[in-house]
């Protein structure tokens, strides 16, 4: 237990021999080298380690939470998905996607034992938006990854549906995507449509909520999000989930997507779940 705020106060007891630190990580994921920051928390000993999933490249990156988190005696893992930020490789969804697993697995490493003290049975998801997709849609093929926090998740198979009936919606994501144009290798918006059509199905999230609900979820949006609209993002999930019996705890935030307004309670939230997970069974 830890006796102070690490939310808005920095840890008074800091292990001085074995101080916080940050360190650049990277991975293999396809065969393309992918590029990483470790936030290595305070003590001596393995720890508890989150895998924070970032948002769409060029967007917001979460280091506050990291940090926080960090504070509070989790190491964090954040990554540049294929073909963003440096990293090698195409950017696509569905690279996105594998990008996770690979991700568990180098943490699971003796490499990450001993250089990071990654406590592999310890391993908790969180994930930002399209990471948020990625955290819990992973978590559906990971039957150890048992505690997830999704923060403004983006439906990817819902909205792959949308785009099959709705011209206007796909003009409009389009130019948000071209915004971001220099911080990912892509051919063209077209082609990460074309994948969300053609996984509107599977990567629907509805589609799995029998599985979902059996994790301890926390799922926060944003009701003024323009980006993941509560109203098809948010709310059919969280839906779905509570007539699955899930004990999902959700919130909506009166903010926008990426939270400017609203980081200490954002934080707030996920550190007051994050503190109550209990790691007796083996992750």
Not at 68 to 73: C, E, I, V
Not at 194 to 211: F, P
Not at 234 to 242: D, Q, S
Not at 249 to 265: A, T
Request: net charge neutral; hydrophobic share 40%.
């Amino acid at each position: 237990m830890i006796d102070f705020d690490p939310v808005t106060q920095d840890n008074p007891k800091a292990d001085s021999k074995y101080s916080s630190s940050l360190s650049p990580a990277v991975f293999i994921s396809g065969g393309s080298k992918v590029l990483g920051t470790m936030f290595i928390t305070s003590g001596e000993g393995l720890h508890p380690t989150v895998l924070l999933l970032t948002g769409f490249p060029g967007n917001e990156v979460n280091y506050d939470i990291a940090h926080m988190l960090q504070r509070q005696g989790f190491n964090v893992f954040t990554f540049y998905s294929r073909g963003s930020w440096g990293s090698e490789g195409v950017f696509s969804w569905k690279n996105l996607i594998d990008d996770t697993p690979a991700a568990l697995t180098f943490l699971k490493s003796d490499f990450c034992k001993e250089k990071f003290q990654v406590d592999k049975n310890k391993i908790v998801f969180a994930g930002y938006s399209m990471g948020g997709f990625s955290a819990l849609f992973n978590s559906i093929q990971l039957d150890n990854i048992k505690n997830v926090c999704a923060i403004a998740p983006f439906n990817m198979g819902m909205f792959g549906q949308l785009l099959t009936i709705n011209e206007e919606i796909k003009n409009v994501t389009t130019e948000k995507m071209l915004r971001t144009k220099d911080f990912i290798n892509c051919p063209s918006p077209e082609k990460l449509y074309d994948e969300m059509i053609l996984h509107k199905t599977d990567w629907n999230l509805i589609n799995h909520t029998k599985t979902l609900s059996q994790k301890n979820l926390l799922i926060i949006s944003a009701k003024y999000d323009t980006t993941a609209p509560v109203e098809l993002h948010h709310k059919p999930l969280i839906g779905a989930l509570k007539l699955a019996n899930s004990n999902v705890k959700e919130f909506i935030l009166e903010s926008g997507h990426s939270f400017s307004d609203k980081r200490i309670q954002l934080m707030r939230l996920i550190s007051d779940w994050i503190s109550k997970i209990n790691f007796l069974e083996k992750e």
